[in-house]
T-cell receptor, first 112, second 112 residues
């Protein structure tokens, strides 16, 4: 069983729709949960992070963590063509931000 | 130059060649990392350097040899690679081992 599972997609949505992404994981010791965005031929960049369970909102982006279910989500409201990218979930133990366990990434395509 | 710079961006090599990947960070960070990204697979942590000292080797085959001469530069020396080593190699840096990762754009390696 992979430590972090993520549906590879592609996920195609029309402009303006809500994009819903999620990951499941097996290690209950993970404490920090991140979402990275990776454009084609670029390196990943950190979008958001959440510590332990709960929700976090940043503009059009909302991250949710449910540690009891070992399930994390990212929602993108009012999606734009510029949101077309691969979204990677990542997680780590306390104070080990450099040693991340990544999901395989979900490719998102937002069509005008 | 800003951020994390990787050269070359693309590399094709035969199985008997020796080549090196270079990474330079201009962020004043003191931790540097090599990650491997294969198609449809999660990013895999390969090596971690903290203040020029290697603190993590994630069971990487000896045909990959890292070198960190100072906190700003990181190399990955490659020799007698296998076709399955073809991947995107990403360098990253962070302020400390617990800080946010900043990735370069990667070096796309093809082994023939």
């Amino acid at each position: 069983q992979k430590e972090v599972e993520q549906d590879p997609g592609p996920l195609s949505v029309p402009e303006g729709a809500i994009v819903s992404l999620n990951c499941t994981y097996s290690n209950s010791a993970f404490q920090y949960f991140m979402w990275y965005r990776q454009y084609s031929r670029k390196g990943p960049e950190l979008l958001m992070y959440t510590y332990s369970s709960g929700n976090k909102e940043d503009g059009r982006f909302t991250a949710q963590v449910d540690k009891s279910s070992k399930y994390i989500s990212l929602f993108i409201r009012d999606s734009q063509p510029s949101d077309s990218a691969t979204y990677l979930c990542a997680m780590t133990l306390t104070d080990s931000w450099g040693k991340l366990q990544f999901g395989a990434g979900t490719q998102v395509v937002v069509t005008p | 130059e800003t951020g994390v710079t990787q050269t070359p961006r693309h590399l094709v090599m035969g199985m008997t060649n020796k080549k090196s990947l270079k990474c330079e960070q201009h962020l004043g960070h003191n931790a540097m990392y090599w990650y491997k990204q294969s198609a449809k697979k999660p990013l895999e942590l390969m090596f971690v350097y903290n203040f020029k000292e290697q603190t993590e080797n994630n069971s990487v085959p000896s045909r990959f040899s890292p070198e960190c001469p100072n906190s700003s530069h990181l190399f990955l020396h490659l020799h007698t690679l296998q076709p399955e080593d073809s991947a995107l190699y990403l360098c990253a840096s962070s302020q400390r081992a617990t800080g946010e990762l900043f990735f370069g754009e990667g070096s796309r390696l093809t082994v023939l």
